[in-house]
């Protein structure tokens, strides 16, 4: 039996300064997405490790943490030390993929690798067994509230056929413009585990959007 799609919310889209009580609010969800930009790899800044801290200490569901920065192989292991359930990094940020992804692991952490629309996926496909998710980006990273990129979709699905074929249990993300409207074709694209932001954090009622999230994607499934 499939696993039931993932919905973690992005953070990126809460209150900053009510950040407890939005976490609150998000409760029925599977983890809270959070976003690291360091305004050099994306030309956004958010936070920092002291942050995401503070995100883990009350949270009600694990942290799936999404580093946009440069130079992960240096910085993500600390993400993965604060208790992060996940730390997704960029291929094309990473000088050592693999040997991150190890300790990432190794640390405790559920490994993740990222890549952007423009990047090709057939570059992950040897490396599907080394890491636990892999996020397609469906919008250019760097800022929340952009519009999705259905023409990532036919890259997911190459790479949906891929870890198929290869019986891998890899996680396969799509974070971006994830809405009511566009979260079937991801799901039809391959997708399990959707990141989405205004469309739970912009509800009046967040856990009414991450149930009606995930039955629009389970009834989508690839």
């Not at 920092?48 to 009350?58: E, K, L, W, Y």
């Not at 208790?83 to 993740?112: D, Q, W």
């Amino acid at each position: 039996m499939p696993h039931q799609p993932r919905i973690n919310p992005s953070i990126l889209a809460a209150d900053f300064v009510n950040m407890q009580a939005d976490l609150a609010r998000i409760a029925g969800a599977d983890f809270v997405h959070v976003d690291v930009m360091d305004n050099h790899f994306v030309p956004n800044l958010t936070f920092g490790p002291q942050m995401v801290q503070r995100i883990q200490d009350t949270s009600p569901v694990p942290l799936d943490v999404h580093l946009m920065i440069d130079d992960p192989d240096r910085w993500a292991p600390a993400y993965a030390e604060l208790g992060a359930a996940s730390v997704t990094f960029h291929l094309e940020a990473a000088n050592e993929p693999v040997a991150l992804a190890r300790r990432l692991r190794a640390i405790g952490a559920r490994a993740g690798l990222a890549v952007k629309p423009m990047t090709p996926v057939e570059s992950l496909f040897d490396i599907l067994d080394d890491v636990d998710q892999i996020l397609v980006m469906t919008v250019e990273p760097g800022f929340g509230g952009q519009s999705f990129m259905p023409e990532t979709m036919p890259k997911l699905r190459r790479l949906a056929d891929e870890a198929r074929r290869r019986d891998s249990s890899v996680w396969l993300q799509v974070d971006g413009g994830i809405s009511a409207s566009t979260i079937a074709q991801a799901a039809e694209a391959g997708a399990d585990t959707f990141v989405a932001g205004s469309a739970v954090f912009g509800a009046d009622d967040p856990e009414q959007a991450i149930a009606a999230l995930r039955r629009t994607a389970a009834g989508h499934r690839h």
